[in-house]
């Protein structure tokens, strides 16, 4: 039942003997175990790896493991390795996890209220000692600095006047920036290099590095550009700068990443997705229509009819060398970076707001919700039909409300001929009783999700783990001597 590939001519009584429980550190109440105590032998263990089922052929994460270690919320995942992560929540802990196997490794306490950030701060490459830091913020206004191998605390930092809301490294330059009602930037032996005044009572909700040795804050609704100078012979000092405020914004900036090294993106709580450039800090593009407007009314009593709760909130952002991937509120749009448009969405992708995505290989993408699901799309090209009316109120980027028909032959007649994509459902992980703050990819070891009912769950690709139960049941066979062949 567990899709055990037993060589051929080994008895079942043979590989009972030799087959173990894959992992002995989860506990599972709520779901069906993929090996069920047999009766022919009540002695052997019940596994406590698990199945979602074999309708959803496209789906590789077939089997699934819960970890219980927090009691709180788990909000942030972070890799530490090829074959490490850490979580971390508002039961202020750390743990540090085994990806491939799930076994707990290190445990991190310090901190006496949530955790609001994490990030890791490698060695440099020329350092002969390859110690990784890792970097926790708190509500409780500290940063620790951990020993990423060992439970020590290098150091702990208690000189901020108000909660450290995000932390960055920028590794070129050796060292990492912590952003909350001011920014400062620190060095590898922990030395605050400079800062800035005061900045805002609501802090700096996101941080990225541009080029120039740049830095992008995101300050409420505006984006502050900082630029560090190095010490040079003239100067042993450090010193930070604020070069430019963009104001673009209408709303509190959500969310903020890197496209590439040339630019960066920005999106909002009303709906609001720039496309920046990191060089001169320019406006590439703005799209803001996150829903079909109505022709008789006119801008501001659109905005405010389809500005509830969270529906048109952008939360979370991935991107590829051709595309950019917003969370909009429940839903997923593509936006395409060299057509300046979006060209394929899901509108309801899940039942509730999608709180973080992240792109796969083979055009796949990942996405996760506060309903508590982790769903696996696809993007799939689609020739556009001649006949098939252009949506020109949806993401239009001339603006607002319907186009005239005139104006829309131009755009219809561009559309006809071009290839839109579509995201096709091709997997849905069943397993969280609650919201799913986010997720971790590891190409060898699965997917790692967290969730607010304070588990982990490793969901493992199931032929690929029923394999290697295969090649260690015929290790262990071949090592005590009991592997023969069928006469």
Sequence with gaps: SDGLQVPRGIDCLTAAKYTEAPFGIADFSYAKPWAPKSPLFPGFPKSPLQTIGEEQTQNPYTELLVLKAHHDIVRFLVQLDDYRFASAGDDGIVVVWNAQTGEKLLELNGHTQKITAIITFPSLESCEEKNQLILTASADRTVIVWDGDTTRQVQRISCFQSTVKCLTVLQ?????????????????????LCKTSHLSDTGISALVEIPKNCVVAAVGKEL???????????????????????????????????????????G???????IWDALDWTMQAYERNFW???????????????????????????????????????GLYVYSLQMKRVIACQKTAHDSNVLHIARLPNRQLISCSED????????????????????????NMWGFGRVNKQASQ????????????????????IGHSSSVEMFLYFEDHGLVTCSADHLIILWKN????????????????????????AV
């Excluded at 912590?178 to 620190?186: F, K």
């Excluded at 070069?243 to 709303?251: G, S």
């Excluded at 131009?410 to 459902?425: F, G, I, R």
């Design 224 to 266: 502050i550009i900082f630029r560090l100078v190095a010490p040079t012979e003239g100067s042993l000092e450090w010193d930070i700068l604020e070069v430019k405020r963009l104001l673009d914004h209408q709303d509190n900036i959500l969310s903020l990443i890197n496209v590439n090294d040339l630019s960066f993106v920005t």
């Design 372 to 395: 508590g699901s982790v769903r696996i799309w696809e993007l799939r090209e689609k020739q556009q039909l001649a006949a098939e009316p252009v949506p020109t109120g949806f993401f």
């Design 172 to 192: 070129r330059l050796d060292v990492w920036l912590s952003g909350g009602n001011d920014l400062c930037v620190w060095n590898r032996k922990l030395d605050l």
């Design 462 to 485: 199931g032929e690929r783990e029923s394999g290697l139960r295969s090649l260690r049941l015929f290790q262990k066979l071949e090592e005590n001597g009991d592997l023969y062949l």
């Design 268 to 274: 909002s709580h009303i709906g609001e997705l720039i």
């Design 292 to 330: 079909d407007p109505s022709p008789q009314l006119d801008t501001q009593q659109e905005i405010k009819l389809c500005q509830k709760s969270n529906d048109i909130s952008i939360h979370h952002f991935t991107c590829d060398e051709e595309n950019v991937f917003a969370a909009v509120g429940r």
């Design 410 to 429: 131009p755009v219809k007649k561009q559309q006809e001929n071009a290839t839109s994509c579509s995201l096709e459902l091709i997997g849905d992980l």
